[in-house]
């Protein structure tokens, strides 16, 4: 059966759409490689099962890779796959607009922090 979309950003959405998967693509396209318990830190609120699950449908989909390294304890490393990298002024651009999107919030008044921008401020006082 032919699939039709009508517009590319139901392509792309069909891809990394939830509420997951963006966020995923964020950190590695930010971190690099990273491996299965970073994940858990860097995003604290998703459950083992559905961070397995997201990550195999963006290897499946060909934007990560999965690397296992073959010791004890086992090993596993997630990174863009080349074709995974392309998304990076996607993804670059979502970061920045969510950032000035929390300042309009701050500036509404409201309580919002941006967890990772506090981090980022530290790391430079301390560098």
């Known amino acids: ?3 039709i979309y009508n517009i590319g950003v139901e392509a ?5 759409g939830g509420k997951w998967k963006p966020i995923i693509l964020c950190h590695l396209n930010h971190h690099g490689k990273i491996r299965t318990n ?3 830190r860097l995003i604290p609120k998703i459950s083992q099962k559905m961070l397995t699950s997201q990550l195999r449908e963006l290897e499946q989909a060909g934007l990560i890779n999965r690397m296992v390294f ?6 596993v490393e997630y ?4 074709y995974g990298e ?3 002024p996607i993804l670059n651009m979502l970061c920045t607009w969510g950032e000035k999107h929390v300042e309009v919030l ?3 008044g409201e309580d919002v922090v ?13 560098s």
């Open 38 to 40: 970073e994940f858990r």
């Open 79 to 82: 990174s863009l796959t080349p």
């Open 106 to 108: 701050q500036n509404k």
């Open 12 to 16: 792309t959405l069909e891809v990394i």
């Open 86 to 88: 392309e998304m990076e």
């Open 114 to 126: 941006l967890k990772q921008r506090d981090e980022d401020i530290a790391m430079q006082h301390t």
């Open 70 to 75: 073959n010791q004890v304890p086992p090993k």
């Open 1 to 3: 059966m032919q699939k």
